[in-house]
């Protein structure tokens, strides 16, 4: 299948990641304008804490759908997932200080009897706990020293995304069809990270048996 790929000239495309991290920061900058001029409604914390939150998810799929998008349909955005990952990193960060700062008051008893109370938090303090080393980590540096290592690491990026739709479908006791839709694409795109290992060995396997002469031992011992 052939690979499509936005049409930016080689010199441009530094460019237009560095034009994605400003298009990507404009929500959380533009709300924290409505919330500091008084127009985020009645309880203006929750609204801009709870406007982090889905962002977060936003890019947290966007990210996780990189892959997917290229083998799949052939498009081939590999350049823009870095990005996307450190934006779901610093709007997670983002929601969390909104929380602990201006919903809490920096009173750990009052986060700790929270968790407690609400599980769901737990689950969310987990996911960007682990989005941290991924963040650190996301540079040509650590890519080099860690090796194959790095690529481990970064399979956190799935568990990272169950702890997120945990806390996301938890936090609500209904969900609407927003809901629904971001948690139903987080489970597709885990499924399909379980799966395509599983797809890839198959293939090796059948392109393995198909290379056998049908008389050589190999061939003998499968039938």
Not at 42 to 52: M, S
Request: hydrophobic share 50%; glycine share 6%.
């Amino acid at each position: 299948m052939a690979e499509l790929s936005l049409a930016i000239p080689k010199r441009w495309q530094p460019a237009s990641v560095w034009l994605l991290y400003v298009a990507g920061l404009l929500p959380a900058a533009w709300t924290f304008y409505l919330g500091a001029t008084d127009q985020l409604g009645a309880d203006p914390v929750k609204t801009f804490e709870l406007f982090l939150g889905i962002w977060t998810i936003r890019f947290l799929i966007a990210t996780l759908a990189v892959s997917p998008a290229r083998e799949l349909f052939g498009w081939n955005y590999l350049r823009y997932r870095r990005a996307l990952g450190l934006l779901t990193f610093y709007y997670a960060l983002m929601h969390f200080t909104v929380y602990m700062v201006l919903d809490q008051a920096m009173d750990i008893q009052a986060v700790i009897n929270d968790v407690l109370k609400r599980p769901f938090i737990m689950f969310g303090m987990a996911a960007l706990a682990m989005l941290v080393p991924l963040a650190v980590t996301s540079n040509n540096f650590s890519i080099r020293r860690l090796g194959a290592n790095w690529n481990r690491l970064h399979r956190l990026a799935y568990i990272i995304a169950a702890c997120g739709a945990l806390h996301f479908a938890l936090s609500t006791k209904i969900l609407d069809l927003e809901q629904y839709i971001y948690v139903g694409l987080m489970i597709a795109l885990i499924l399909y990270r379980s799966w395509r290992p599983i797809a890839r060995s198959r293939k090796k396997a059948q392109g393995g048996s198909r290379g056998r002469p049908v008389g050589s031992p190999a061939s003998r011992q499968s039938v």
